[in-house]
């Protein structure tokens, strides 16, 4: 999704040849396609939610920006908002990440446990001290279909997509002057840019530089449940585990704490911890969820950046004309159309022009500046 975003950009401006380099032209991997889709406003970070409200502009207008031919992608957006969930050791951090979003335009209300309960009355409030519930642009979307509206766009502008995988780089100087591939090919560029997701540390690598950015499992699964539950938003639970709906059914997951969380390339979906970890949670919650059933399940890819688990934009000294765009760890889906105008203004006039990503620089690393994102699903 990133990659294709910016090469719309780029082609958009018309400025310069755009050549994406797609190793599996399938997706069948791919984490944009194995992605739960969601948008939220409900960030700590002012960067994250201005990156969040230039995307939900987007999805809510994509008819106007990736129309080829008379056809539009269809993505399906639904704004039923995120609700999370605080136990009393939470009311602080859920307070203060308020203020922020507010003071950023935000339309986010705190909820007490009485205000939860006249909203969602199918909801337990067992533990639950505060909850946060964005009133306007959150939702969901199908991913897979505005990913493929990227492409299809950016190709009928004019970018060429090669199905072949970058394993190398020529150098001259400090500078990338060709990027080399698994076929025997050589594609002489002035920019290259990084936005290979998970496999973004290796690409790094052949230019010498360390990113920090791993490949973290995430399984999602489908449930069926008996009863519906009015108005249901993404809630996000004390304990971590989130639902939303999905149709006639609901997906669920759970992202495990550091230390459990290994790097791990493989798609397997981890069954255990349905029965472990996210049903007890779930029934616990939404007492309709006690006979839930689970009616499939697959696994996907975050691109985890282990620095501060943000984005990471921009070049270094090392390669100042290699442009890195990954390690979102989570939040790439959403914010793929605010990144893709970004890095087309970087790449096309030395900076950001629309909005400020700066804060998101991959400089950051080396300078042991992190920018802490406090809402991590």
Same mark, same amino acid.
Not at 344 to 366: C, T
């Given at each position: ?83 999370? &969930? ?5 009311? #602080? ?10 003071? %950023? ?14 909203? @969602? ?15 306007? !642009?959150?939702?969901? @979307? ?7 509206? @990227?492409?299809?766009? #950016? ?13 190398? *780089? ?40 360390? &990113? ?8 999602? *699964? +489908? ?7 009015? !108005? ?17 059914? @609901? ?15 493989? &798609?397997?979906?981890? %069954?255990?911890? *349905? ?25 996907? %890819? ?46 096309? %006039? !030395? ?10 620089? +991959? ?10 994102? &406090?809402?991590?699903?």
């Amino acid at each position: 999704m990133v990659g294709s975003a910016i090469a719309y950009f780029l082609a958009l401006d018309g400025a310069c040849r755009v050549t994406v380099l797609e190793r599996d032209p399938t997706y069948a991997r791919a984490s944009s396609a194995l992605s739960a889709s969601s948008i939220r406003q409900q960030f700590s970070s002012p960067v994250n939610i201005a990156l969040s409200q230039f995307g939900i502009g987007f999805l809510r207008s994509v008819a106007d920006h990736l129309e080829v031919a008379g056809e539009a992608p269809v993505i399906g957006l639904r704004e039923p908002g995120y609700l999370y &969930l605080a136990g009393p050791a939470g009311v #602080a951090v859920l307070q203060a990440n308020h203020a922020v979003q507010r003071a %950023h335009g935000a339309t986010v209300a705190l909820l007490d446990p009485a205000g939860l309960r006249a909203r @969602f009355d199918w909801l337990s409030l067992d533990g639950v001290a505060l909850g946060s519930l964005g009133l306007d !642009g959150e939702g969901w @979307f199908d991913g897979p279909a505005l990913m493929q509206g @990227f492409r299809r766009k #950016a190709r009928a502008l004019g970018a060429a997509y090669r199905h072949d995988e970058a394993v190398g *780089f020529e150098r001259e100087g400090d500078r990338v002057s060709a990027v080399l591939t698994a076929r025997g090919g050589r594609l002489a560029c002035g920019v290259a840019v990084n936005a290979a997701g998970p496999n973004a540390r290796a690409v790094a690598a052949m230019a010498g530089i360390a &990113l920090p950015v791993e490949a973290r499992k995430r399984s999602v *699964f +489908v449930l069926a449940c008996r009863e519906t539950l009015p !108005g249901c938003p993404l809630v996000i639970d004390t304990t971590g585990v989130w639902f939303r709906p999905e149709g006639d059914r @609901f997906l669920a997951g759970w992202s495990p704490p550091e230390p459990q969380d290994a790097e791990d390339f493989g &798609l397997e979906v981890d %069954h255990h911890l *349905f029965e472990d970890v996210v049903w007890p949670a779930l029934a616990a919650r939404v007492p309709a969820f006690a006979a839930v059933r689970v009616t499939g399940a697959w696994a996907g %890819h975050y691109e985890y950046n282990t620095f501060d688990q943000n984005g990471l934009l921009g070049a270094l000294p090392e390669a100042p004309n290699l442009i890195f765009a990954a390690g979102f760890s989570g939040h790439g889906m959403q914010q793929a159309a605010g990144v893709g105008r970004g890095i087309s203004e970087l790449i096309l %006039h !030395g900076g950001y022009r629309s909005l400020d990503l700066s804060a998101l620089d +991959v400089g950051r690393v080396a300078a042991a500046r992190p920018l802490r994102e &406090l809402n991590i699903i």
